[in-house]
């Protein structure tokens, strides 16, 4: 997980967190409030950029996380990591279109930290290899939501509820002076 390090945060304040589903053609955002240990849901949807030219997709992903960022001021933003690709020019799109969300969330200062599919998947659901079914329907349980919301969606959700559960064990850690992975 790349970790962009700031000032220490005190998370027992409300946080919001971006999470971002990067896609060359549809990109999914999800938007939740973390507040101590309960997430609201604020808002989740997608960004779809079809018959323009690449160029064109990636301005229209970079000005409409630039509109949620300004409309929401999140203070965290959390992305799914590249998995490999059998296509390597769909993976290439796929790195450019998670570029321009990382330097969009960048440009907001904001926290940002990347996380593996499987993590996500074992986060919300409890199980690495979850269908997208089983990820969608967590996603609405988790945040009590009345339907449920398009893939895309639901994995942007599914991926800022997993960076706020990162967050509060990070600072439940940094209450008992544990460490993962040390001993003192």
Known sequence: MLNHRVNAIDYSKNRIILGIDPGSCITGYGLIQMEGSELNYLDSGCIKVVNVAFSERLEK????????????????????????????????????????????????????????????????????????????HMVRVLLHLNCTPSVDAADALAIAI??????????LGAKTGFRRGRRR
């Not at 996380?65 to 290439?92: C, G, R, S």
């Not at 559960?165 to 600072?171: D, F, G, I, L, N």
């Open 162 to 171: 997993c960076h706020a559960q990162a967050r509060q064990s990070e600072q």
């Open 61 to 136: 992903i970079f000005t409409g996380l630039q509109k949620l960022l300004q409309d929401y001021t999140p203070h965290e933003a959390a992305i799914e990591q590249v998995f490999m690709h059998i296509n390597p020019h769909a993976a290439l799109k796929l790195g450019q279109a998670r570029g321009v969300a990382l330097v969009a969330a960048a440009l907001a200062k904001l926290r940002i930290c990347e996380y593996s599919a499987r993590q996500v998947k074992q986060s919300v659901v409890g199980y690495g290899a979850a269908s997208k079914q089983q990820v969608q």
